[in-house]
């Protein structure tokens, strides 16, 4: 019979086989194996007592690049700090893992419902986004998180929820990361159900199976085209033309992101040949990745790309960068697109005021154009706030004395909107969808602004509430709606004195604008949709709301009205238009 002496190394190495089986020797948090097995318990119990789970996939965006600038040491220490930071951020009950690189995981068991786990993925967002040192960097990551739930309309594994979540997580990163997306059946079936690899991509490039679109840049108000944006699409042979959300994250971090990327832009200049070859002479806007920007030569390279097109002028290219995805050191970034610029070529920052950098990195970036993020354009005839963001986002573009490109134009009103803001210039489905090479000049010789583009101006700041009016008036309407049918319980306030626009309309002194003539039907029209809508809400509090729905079209229309006056207020007069 062995003593109890000599079992315990025996004891203690089993224990130190099983941490080793189930931990990442890095960071020391669970590994793959320990995550599904955690997973596949949770799925029990959330049978057996009906409770929801959450399986998130976490990658640290930028990572490879520090790697790669600062050596795999200082990289492992981010990491480790990186993941410290993380793990401090969990409840009880809920699992963090790294499966690989910059790759985590977590579950999240026992949730009430899904908007149950967003407190914990806004935390792990702002752990992810804190600064680290290592060494002598300072390392500031975002990270990409995309979340699967269980149960579902059919069964699913640990592995599946995986790779559910890898989907989501994929399209918040296509959207800008530093988010977190839910996996959506409907919209990730095709990713799900035809995963692609580094190694199929890198076939398909030597194929020639990927093609070039191009979607145009315009000036509103001059009616002119100005440039287009290159844009990367795969020409699948069994799942046709696919966007470059669909492939592109495969290979984030992988080398071929280079390769692929050389490959537009040489591909991107040898349609501007064929197009001034035609006689059509235009910029062409290329997007280019944070690694390929940051591999080693690039300037020297881009040189002899341009070289071998010596009939393009190097100022007709136009380098596009993500503002939320910088190298981590914005001196550094500064440097390299300096350098890149001794080739004469320029820069658009992409995706601007949703990204991370400060007011002072912006600064000393040698960017000509400032392309405004769409979330930022897409809801302000609707959203007072966002049109106040946007005002404060243009505000910023030309305090640095840049130029402004509004992406995600859909309508003429929006279009309007951002003319009269300041705003000349655009792209976005509402004034063309991404096309073939070859539609191109016959689109830009086709193409005619809305006249109403052409006859709105810039309306000075002090006149800005009129812009204001409008959009704060339909979100006014809206809430009284809400209230109207019972979906809100606070009474909304009534009092045409209340209201930002009568705030500026009937104010004291220069401000006040509602005793002079050409403010008068306005004055008139802003009464009559206050005493309105007071009256509507009298219904409700007398008990007789469907008399107050059944005017609440009335509302609508007159609120349509007093936009449509204070719309006349943003057009040229006729003798302008005339010269």
Not at 119 to 138: F, H, I, M, Q
Not at 154 to 159: I, P, S, V
Not at 268 to 277: D, I, R, S, T
Not at 508 to 527: E, M, N, T, Y
Request: glycine letters at 8%; hydrophobic letters at 40%.
């Amino acid at each position: 019979m062995k003593r109890t002496s000599d079992t315990v190394p025996h004891r203690e190495h089993a224990r130190r086989l099983r941490q080793i089986a189930h931990s990442d020797e890095l960071t020391g948090l669970p590994n793959r194996a320990l995550l599904s097995d955690r997973v596949q318990k949770a799925i029990a119990q959330s049978k057996r007592w009906g409770h929801l789970l959450a399986v998130v996939r976490l990658n640290l965006d930028g990572l490879e690049a520090f790697h790669d600038r600062y050596g795999r040491d200082a990289g492992d220490q981010a990491l480790i700090a990186l993941a410290r930071g993380m793990k401090r951020t969990l409840r009880k009950g809920e699992t963090l893992a790294r499966l690989e690189g910059n790759k985590f995981a977590l579950l999240l068991p026992a949730l009430e419902d899904e908007q149950a786990c967003v407190p914990s993925l806004n935390r792990l967002l702002e752990a992810a986004a804190e600064p680290v040192r290592a060494g002598d960097a300072t390392l500031q990551l975002s990270a990409s998180i995309g979340v699967a739930f269980y149960p579902q309309a059919e069964d699913a594994d640990a592995d599946q929820l995986l790779r559910q979540a890898s989907q989501a997580r994929q399209r918040a990163r296509a959207a800008g990361k530093n988010r977190y997306l839910f996996f959506d059946a409907q919209h990730d079936a095709g990713v799900g159900g035809h995963p692609e690899t580094p190694e199929r991509i890198r076939q398909a490039l030597a194929a020639r199976e990927f093609v070039m679109y191009y979607q145009p840049k315009v000036n509103m108000n001059m009616g002119k085209v100005v440039g287009a944006e290159a844009l990367i699409r795969w020409q699948h042979p069994q799942r046709g033309i696919l966007s470059p959300a669909e492939f592109l994250p495969v290979i984030e971090d992988h080398p071929l992101a280079i390769e692929l990327g050389e490959w537009v832009i040489s591909a991107a200049l040898e349609q501007m040949e064929e197009w001034l070859e035609s006689g059509l002479d235009i910029p062409v806007g290329v997007n280019v990745g944070e690694r390929q920007l940051q591999q080693a030569g690039f300037a020297a390279r881009l040189a002899e790309l341009l070289a071998e097109h010596p009939r393009i002028k190097p100022s007709n290219l136009e380098l596009d960068i993500l503002e939320t995805t910088p190298p981590e050191d914005a001196v550094q970034l500064s440097r390299l697109l300096y350098k890149c610029r001794e080739t004469g070529v320029s820069f658009a920052l992409d995706d601007f005021g949703a990204g991370h950098l400060s007011l002072a990195e912006l600064k000393t970036l040698p960017v000509d154009v400032l392309k405004i993020d769409p979330s930022f354009v897409r809801e302000i005839l609707e959203n007072p706030d966002d049109l106040v963001i946007l005002e404060g986002v243009l505000g910023l573009v030309a305090a640095y004395r840049r130029h402004a490109v509004a992406e995600g134009v859909e309508t003429v009103e929006q279009g309007l909107m951002l003319l009269r803001l300041g705003c000349e210039m655009a792209q976005g489905y509402g004034i063309a969808q991404p096309m073939s090479a070859d539609k191109i000049p016959g689109w830009v010789a086709a193409w005619r602004p809305d006249p109403r583009w052409i006859e709105a101006f810039s309306v000075s700041v002090d006149e800005r509430p009129l812009l204001h009016a409008g959009v704060e008036h339909r979100a006014w309407a809206a809430t009284i709606e809400t209230y109207l049918k019972g979906e809100c319980d606070q009474e909304p306030r009534v009092s045409r004195h209340q209201c930002q626009f009568g705030a500026w309309l009937y104010g004291d002194g220069p401000a006040g604008r509602s005793s002079q003539p050409a403010f008068q039907s306005i004055v008139a029209l802003h009464w009559r949709i206050h005493a309105l809508a007071a009256g509507l809400v009298k219904f409700h509090v007398q008990g007789r709301n469907d008399e107050g729905l059944a005017r609440l079209g009335e509302l609508k229309d007159l609120v349509d009205k007093l936009a449509d006056q204070l719309n006349a207020f943003g057009q040229k007069e006729p003798e302008c238009v005339a010269q």
